[in-house]
């Protein structure tokens, strides 16, 4: 069996890392920009529209993302190019007319939803967002395809680089002509720039595809969906874990403190990019090495990337400790407030990234249901925890609610693959 080293690992995400690290240094600057330019409530604004809309994008893909991926993957080591493409068409059909008629739903109840249970300055933001979920849609459907041709740097371009990328074009056009830089813009600029991915995700994948000259009929939709379901299951609840705590605290608290938190969070979890690298290089990888039953190797590449995600999650503790008020600073002096609720976020991090993929793993080696049971139990105890703790104290309380959970579902997480699966995720710990 070859010895997997991890300097070839590391050579093939090369690309991806600095795809990555520049999208979200990107992220960073327009995060900065408008925290100066529309405060910590206009921020606010932005990142709770975004993550409703992201959520409401998250149910209508029915789990399908990780579907694609791996069907992708397989069926390009047996060079099936017409299964992909009856995949790709597949779900077009399913999530497509969903994403319409999500969106149509969601005009008629986001006024109802902004008025009992936020501010009203959130409502069109909210609607512009909204409106083009069905471009973000198309985006995933076509960028978990290409990952799983092993086209993994563009995946993550077109996917998550270059729309923040183009937002920050845009606003910055904005500036040039003096035009004034509100929310609305900020919303509208957003909203383009995920129309314009869109396009540019699918023409590439065009390029990318290979021509088959017989199409296979065999994955019809509800094939499709009986895998996709348990896996949507497992997303749904996780992205509730990860958004109950900015929702609730719009709900509880103000957009103001939406907007600290947003800070907060986006330097805590800085150093995830490093783990979403390794998920979208592993990912293929995985699917593949377990179709192949190849678990010892398997278990040796999940262990040295393991190892150095450890590292890199330790030394970004100690640079949010020493550094994260100076890091604040940047946005505005009013997002000094959010510096203990950073510590606390960086404590989970560190918990968050030093596991490993841990869902990931699970997913792609049939474990998704039992994935989905984890992942359910932690958005009930995630939205208990934040239900509780943010009334009390405040966006505080969100940081130790979310940092709990982080800690408690991927220590699970670890328990369940090596019980499930026989693989020890984390170096240097003897099997029992």
Not at 19 to 25: E, P, S
Not at 415 to 426: D, E, L
Request: proline share 2%.
């Amino acid at each position: 069996m070859t010895k997997i080293k991890l300097g070839n690992f590391i050579k093939t995400t090369s690309k991806t890392t600095f795809v990555k690290a520049g999208g979200m240094a990107i992220g960073v600057l327009v995060s900065i920009s408008l925290g100066r330019i529309l405060g910590s409530e206009g921020l606010g604004i932005i990142n709770l529209s975004n993550q409703i809309s992201g959520l409401l994008s998250m149910l209508v893909l029915l789990g399908l993302p990780s579907v694609i991926l791996k069907e992708t993957a397989i069926s390009v080591n047996k060079k099936n190019w017409g299964h992909i493409r009856n995949v790709i068409v597949t779900s077009l059909k399913i999530n497509v007319p969903l994403a319409v008629l999500v969106t149509l739903l969601s005009y008629s109840f986001i006024p109802f939803i902004v008025t009992h249970f936020f501010e009203d300055s959130l409502e069109l933001p909210l609607k512009i967002i909204t409106t083009v979920i069905i471009f973000k849609v198309i985006s995933r459907i076509f960028g978990a395809s290409l990952n799983g041709y092993h086209k993994i740097w563009q995946s993550s371009l077109v996917g998550n680089t270059l729309s923040i990328l183009i937002v920050s074009i845009l606003i910055l056009v904005q500036y040039l002509l003096k035009w004034q830089i509100t929310v609305i813009t900020v919303a509208f600029s957003y909203a383009i720039a995920r129309i314009i991915v869109s396009i540019i995700i699918s023409l590439y994948w065009k390029e990318v595809h290979h021509k088959a000259e017989n199409i296979s009929k065999a994955f019809i939709p509800i094939t499709l969906l009986k895998v996709g379901l348990p896996l949507l299951f497992v997303q749904a609840t996780n992205t509730i874990a990860n958004s109950i705590d900015s929702i609730m605290i719009g709900s509880f608290l103000s957009m103001k403190d939406v907007g600290l938190y947003a800070v907060a969070f986006r330097i805590a979890f800085v150093s995830s990019f490093f783990l979403q690298v390794t998920n979208a290089v592993l990912a293929p990888k995985v699917a593949t090495m377990f179709a192949n039953n190849e678990i010892d190797k398997l278990e040796r590449m999940v262990q040295k990337v393991t190892g150095v995600l450890i590292l890199i999650g330790i030394v970004g503790l100690l640079v949010v400790i020493f550094g994260g008020k100076f890091m604040l600073s940047l946005w505005g002096q009013e997002f000094s407030e959010a510096y203990y609720p950073l510590i606390i976020l960086s404590i989970g991090q560190l918990f968050n990234i030093g596991a490993g993929a841990v869902g990931l793993i699970l997913i792609l080696c049939n474990e998704e249901k039992n994935w989905g049971y984890v992942t359910l139990g932690s958005a009930i105890f995630n939205t208990v925890l934040n239900f509780v703790f943010i009334q009390y104290l405040g966006i505080g309380g969100a940081a130790l609610a979310t940092s709990i959970n982080m800690i408690a579902i991927n220590i699970i997480g670890v328990i369940i693959i090596k019980k499930k699966i026989g693989i020890v995720t984390i170096p240097y710990i003897r099997k029992i």
